[in-house]
């Protein structure tokens, strides 16, 4: 039996962190579903299906890896996509207390559900989405945190 993990986020957009973080659960888990979640509430820069785009470029390389999208309850998506492992990946300490209570909350909603925790790289750990966008709109070069089609779709949404 294929052990399947669904790796869920916003990835408003995709970094190196992020896909660091994929290639090792690919250490794990046979199959890791990248699964772009709607998240209005966020208010994404870019739409799902960019997001779902730009993930699948970025690692159509990678054996394994199969990106879509889910707007409905986590553990009802990984349930009809054949798993049980949710991964969520950690930098500080301040991501735990929130992922924490996300996992807590999954499990009262499905026990057969386990949310598995990784590290980051500490070359990421300072690394988020929202940090890149802010960066890129001021300008920065961000091209060791990002993929260069990510960037360029980056500044062409910023430059708008």
Do not use: C, W
Request: charged share 30%; no cysteine.
């Amino acid at each position: 039996m294929a052990r399947i993990a669904v790796y869920p986020g916003t990835f408003d957009p995709v970094t190196y962190g992020h896909i660091d973080l994929i290639k090792r659960a690919l250490t794990v888990f046979d199959t890791v579903i990248v699964a772009v979640a709607h998240s209005l509430d966020k208010k994404p820069l870019f739409s799902v299906e960019e997001r779902v785009e730009m993930l699948k470029k970025v690692t159509e390389d990678i054996p394994g890896v199969k990106v879509d999208h889910f707007g409905d309850l986590l553990v009802d998506y990984v349930r009809k996509q054949g798993a049980r492992v949710v991964i969520r990946g950690l930098r500080v300490i301040s991501d735990f207390e929130f992922e924490f209570q996300m996992a807590l909350t999954n499990r009262s909603f499905a026990e057969d559900i386990e949310t598995v925790f990784m590290m980051t790289n500490e070359s990421y750990s300072f690394l988020s989405s929202r940090i890149i966008k802010e960066a890129v709109g001021l300008g920065a070069d961000v091209q060791k945190f990002i993929p260069p089609l990510v960037e360029k779709k980056l500044r062409e949404k910023l430059r708008g």
